[in-house]
């Protein structure tokens, strides 16, 4: 038979062969011993992008990057060397890029030639699910919170995987968990509802987020913020729940740290006025119920300046932190304890029964606050002066109580050491000419009644205009003209002296403009400053726009705070210290030697002048023989190479000690009252002075 007719039935075998090659779903193909390609199936075309009659005209080798050649030519020589099959991961080229395949080889013998009949599978997506899984596994490690993932598996959860944030968080490894209910983590008689919560949550199917205590492997407790997330199977069944763990224990002692620093004094501890008006209006509310009484008590300690002023503030805070302990050991765990602030202590006793029960209570406070208390082996006297309200005899609610009580314990001022008064309607009269001089003063200022008065500050030696010091004084309508002692302290304590403070700025600014047009471009001006106001964070910034305002010279204001004020807290005194260097302006320090003076204190800080109190000065006798206490500050002035000022210099004997001892300055009325802006024009046409 002619080589050239086939056979018909070869012919159908033949097409029903490459019909089952191209429905497989990989690459089919059959390669000879010289590795090039007898058979093949469409997707090899497909996949090498090559058409029939490249594929038979290039060798095998060529389809692949040369970093897989060799691996592909050792499995090919395998095949043709033994009978069993060979598989093999390489890297197709197709159009410039690699995609990763698994090659399935094995040997055919046909005619007595030997084949390779092979099939390739493109692992390409396998590859991206397993970069994926692989990026989630990272995260998963990666993530600050713990992840916990359980099976459901009736009554329990048994845990399948954690990651190590969980390790950490909890204290237990990965195979400490495994196989456990997540429940063994639980803090045996803690937040028990909310465990019920998330329990129902679990079986009914549902996410949750909750906030509970679990105790790490150490035991310790902790705050564990829980979201819960069911996962579903194919088929939408629960089979999984996915929890996510943040320890929130650090940001629950944070907010615990807040509550606590908003309701209570930083210094004892005690409540604040926040806490103790919830807490009086609770012993009200209760008194009313229980028809008993309430008392509220204000204690005011006695001499408590002079233990600062005399051991320092130190031993002062000492003293308070001991007061407020000794309070809360003689009261009932009911009882309320607070600091109002300063010296000031507020008790509230719900509950009273009759008046003699809140005696005796009274008794056992003043035997607890006056036992012996010794500061480095030095008695320390504390006593205290009580004002006491009752509910519902003297008022009603939490500022009247506080009002009467305040009102009892100023008249108890009265009486002495360790005096306890009741309120009476007629103490009533004390705290109403308080709210009278402050409703005055509110309009004296609405008024313009407040005006300067300025004093000069000379030279000791020859009399030379070296600065003005500006004094406030009030018009009054009714009682003529107030000086600062009779109505400063009630405008310190009701806060108008900030209002005040801020008038004087204004009006200092404005007479050193004054003073330029006249021709007295350097001369300075002072103003006194109160605690009250430099302790404002806006107190320098105040100042810094006010100067700014009116075009003034910072070196020519300068500020005079008494040492009293400025001592009372040194890391206060040398940060405004500091702020007012970095203005330009001067800082004085007013009354010095009025009291006990921290040299070393003094010395830290930047001052640029010292006032000398004048007790000092008003030692000096008519024939100079007597000044131990002037010529002393002024020794300590010389020491720290700080100018001193004597104040209240009166008579000619004064004048002439203090230019013996080197006094630079002085002022009084031996230089000059106290003028109003006009007079002291005239008085400097009249000295000439420029």
């Known amino acids: 038979m002619d080589d050239s007719v086939k056979d018909p039935a070869s012919q159908v075998g033949a097409s029903l062969l490459c019909d089952v090659m191209d429905v497989l779903p990989g690459t089919f193909y059959v390669l000879n011993e010289a590795g090039h390609f007898v058979l093949w199936n469409q997707q090899v075309e497909r996949i090498t992008g090559r058409e029939a009659a490249q594929l038979r005209a290039i060798h095998m080798l060529e389809l692949f990057p040369p970093a897989d050649r060799p691996a592909i030519a050792q499995a090919f020589c395998d095949v043709f060397e033994r009978q069993g099959m060979v598989q093999v991961e390489a890297h197709l080229l197709v159009h410039g890029r690699q995609i990763p395949f698994l090659f399935c080889g094995s040997r055919l013998e046909a005619d007595g030639q030997l084949f390779l009949l092979g099939c390739g599978i493109d692992l390409s997506s396998h590859y991206e699910q397993k970069d994926t899984l692989e990026l989630r596994e990272r995260a998963l490690h990666a993530v600050n919170n713990g992840v916990v993932i359980t099976r459901c598996d009736g009554a ?12 950490r968080i909890t204290g237990y490894s990965l195979q400490e968990a495994l196989g456990r209910d997540s429940r063994f983590m639980a803090a045996p008689g803690h937040d028990n509802v909310t465990r019920a919560h998330l329990a129902a949550a679990i079986a009914a199917r549902r996410p949750l987020t909750v906030v509970l205590r679990n105790r790490r492997k150490n035991g310790e407790l902790y705050w564990n913020h829980l979201s819960i997330t069911p996962v579903r199977d194919r088929h939408h069944k629960v089979s999984h729940y996915v929890g996510i763990i943040e320890d929130v224990t650090e940001q629950r002692q944070r907010m615990a740290q807040l509550e606590h620093q908003v309701t209570h004094d930083a210094l004892t501890g005690l409540a604040n006025r926040t806490l103790l008006r919830d807490r009086i209006e609770h012993a009200i509310t209760s008194a009313r119920r229980s028809g008993l009484s309430a008392a509220v008590i204000l204690l ?82 504390i006593d205290g002066s009580m004002g006491v309200a009752i509910y519902p005899n003297d008022a009603d609610n939490f500022a009247a109580l506080l009002r009467a009580a305040d009102a009892a314990m100023y008249e108890g001022k009265r009486g002495g050491a360790g005096a306890v008064h ?33 004093q000069p500050n000379v030279s000791v030696a020859d009399g030379k205009l070296l600065g ?14 107030l000086l600062p002692g009779e109505f400063l302290p009630d405008a310190e304590s009701n806060g108008l002296i900030v209002e005040l403070g801020r008038r004087v700025v204004e009006r200092a600014c404005s007479l050193l403009n004054r003073l330029d047009d006249l021709g007295y471009r350097n001369l300075p001006v002072s103003i006194n400053v109160s605690r009250r ?33 400025l001592m009372h807290d040194p890391e206060q005194a040398r940060k405004l210290c500091a702020g007012v260097r970095k203005l330009g302006l001067r800082l004085s320090v007013d009354q010095f030697g009025g009291g006990i003076t921290d040299l070393y204190c003094l010395r830290s800080l930047t001052v ?42 009166e008579t000619q004997a004064q004048r002439d000690f203090l230019a013996a001892h080197g006094c630079p ?5 031996y230089v000059s009252d106290p003028m109003t802006p006009g007079a002291l024009e005239r008085w400097l046409e009249m000295r000439g002075v420029h």
């Open 156 to 167: 329990d959860n048994p845990i399948v995987y954690v990651n190590p944030a969980f390790e």
């Open 300 to 381: 005011d300690l006695n001499k408590f300046k002079e233990i600062n002023d005399t051991l320092g503030h130190d031993a002062g805070d000492q003293v308070l932190c001991t007061v407020a302990q000794r309070l809360q050991d003689a009261v009932r765990d009911s009882d309320t304890v607070a600091r109002l602030g300063g010296d000031e202590f507020v008790l509230v006793l719900p509950d009273q029964p009759d008046l003699r029960y809140t005696l005796g209570m009274i008794s056992r406070i003043r035997r607890e606050l006056t036992a012996r208390f010794d500061i480095d082996g030095h008695p320390v006297p």
């Open 422 to 454: 009741f309120y009476s309607p007629e103490m009533t009269t004390a705290s109403a000419s308080r709210v009278r001089m402050e409703q005055a003063l509110r309009e004296a200022l609405r008024h313009d009644e407040i005006h300067l008065a300025l």
């Open 468 to 481: 003005l010091e500006a004094l406030l004084r009030w018009r009054h309508p009714e009682l003529g003209e």
């Open 533 to 565: 106001e430099f302790a404002r964070a806006d107190y320098l910034p105040y100042l810094a726009g006010k100067m700014a305002q009116h075009g003034v010279d910072p070196t020519r204001l300068k500020l005079e705070v008494r040492e009293a004020q």
């Open 608 to 649: 640029d002048q010292l006032k000398m109190a004048p007790a000092s000065v008003q030692e000096i006798c008519p024939h100079g023989q007597h000044g131990a206490l002037a010529k002393t500050m002024l020794d300590i002035g010389h020491n720290l190479n700080i100018p001193v000022v004597a104040t209240a210099v």
């Open 665 to 669: 300055g002085m002022q009084g009325r």
